[in-house]
């Protein structure tokens, strides 16, 4: 598969943006929404780095956790950082370099 970041379909597909082929895979194994792949990481780790919206709302309506450490906040993506605040995510949250959302965009010169 292009675009192959993770050694799960379902990542792939979510850091790729291909929602229908992802909403089939996960609504066909509902447990596919939560599994971590080689480095820790979900479909909603995948999607939020890659800034794919559609499906962190797709993966959000499902009720996946939305605290487990990443770093997608290091990505800037202001609209997605809304969604995962308005889908209950910790605010002081720390990712696994220790730091909170707010630092990642104190360091941004965007």
Not at 3 to 15: D, H, K, P, T
Not at 27 to 43: C, I
Not at 82 to 88: D, F, T
Request: charged letters at 25%.
């Amino acid at each position: 598969m292009e675009g192959c970041v993770s050694n799960l379909m379902v990542c792939n597909l979510a850091y790729s943006g291909k929602l229908e082929e992802l909403k089939e895979s996960i609504l066909a194994d509902k447990s596919l929404a939560t599994r971590t792949d080689q480095d820790s990481r979900t479909a909603l780790h995948w999607a939020c780095s890659a800034g794919h919206t559609e499906i962190v709302e797709f993966l959000l309506q499902l009720g996946v956790p939305v605290n487990d450490k990443d770093d997608a906040a290091s990505k800037n993506r202001h609209e997605i950082a809304v969604m995962l605040l308005e889908g209950g995510a910790n605010p002081d949250a720390k990712d696994h370099y220790e730091a909170t959302a707010m630092h990642r965009a104190a360091a941004k010169d965007t």
